[in-house]
T-cell receptor, first 118, second 118 residues
Framework: GAVVSQHPSWVICKSGTSVKIECRSL??????MFWYRQFPKQSLMLMAT?????????EQGVEKDKFLINHASLTLSTLTVTSAHPEDSSFYIC??????????????FGNGTRLTVT | AQKVTQAQTEISVVEKEDVTLDCVYE???????LFWYKQPPSGELVFLIR??????QNEISGRYSWNFQKSTSSFNFTITASQVVDSAVYFC???????????????FGTGTLLAVQP
């Protein structure tokens, strides 16, 4: 089955530093990847849509200068949390759709990254 | 605008009981897709089912069944003879069709935490 690998699984960083999270589709190509954020006991909130070879599309209220997204290839998207602060602590999950499948085919999710900013 | 409502925040049942998780959605589109995902304590999202708006046939997969009612905009999920391994957060999600596009966003409900007691 389609696998999405997300790395790292967890990270602890100091306030003011930047953290990069990688999302890779291992056995399929993804023109589009999605980044979600989940607070404890809450739903997944879409942050942005990552498009291969072009700029990401951010949801309303998400700071694009704070959450930098790069989708340089059909199998890799990265999310960089810049100048992280404790309020950025959250569970970040990426997902990808196989470009070879029909629209609205199920998304494949990574295992998530638990970010803790101290 | 799209919206998914899962009114049940938490449900607790005893093993072997049947349990139904409710999902009500809102959309202005006539073509859309509905999904259910399971999120066990480990965090990864597991795809369970996708249903398009033109297919109102109920579906059964083992102990899982889904009841799609367009008239009430509901897509409920029933687990029969529940097991401890069913304990997880279950998310209902909606995606509108985007003809010719590849960025069909998945909008999640707030999730229902199901606890199955032995």
């Amino acid at each position: 089955g389609a696998v999405v690998s997300q790395h790292p699984s967890w990270v602890i960083c100091k306030s003011g530093t930047s953290v990069k999270i990688e999302c890779r589709s291992l056995d399929f190509q993804a023109t589009t990847m999605f980044w979600y954020r989940q607070f404890p006991k809450q739903s997944l909130m879409l942050m942005a849509t990552s498009n291969e070879g072009s700029k990401a599309t951010y949801e309303q209220g998400v700071e694009k200068d704070k959450f930098l997204i790069n989708h340089a290839s059909l199998t890799l998207s990265t999310l960089t949390v810049t100048s992280a602060h404790p309020e950025d602590s959250s569970f970040y999950i990426c997902s990808a759709r196989d470009r070879g499948r029909e629209e609205n085919s199920p998304l494949h999710f990574g295992n998530g990254t638990r970010l803790t900013v101290t | 605008a799209q919206k998914v409502t899962q009114a049940q925040t938490e449900i607790s049942v005893v093993e072997k009981e049947d349990v139904t998780l409710d999902c009500v959605y809102e959309t202005r589109d006539t073509t859309y897709y509905l999904f259910w995902y399971k999120q066990p304590p480990s965090g990864e999202l597991v795809f369970l089912i996708r249903r398009n708006s033109f297919d109102e046939q109920n579906e059964i997969s083992g102990r899982y069944s889904w009841n799609f009612q367009k008239s009430t905009s509901s897509f409920n999920f029933t687990i029969t003879a529940s097991q401890v391994v069913d304990s997880a957060v279950y998310f209902c999600a909606l995606s509108e069709s985007n003809y010719g596009g590849a960025t069909n966003k998945l909008i999640f409900g707030t999730g229902t935490l199901l606890a199955v007691q032995p």
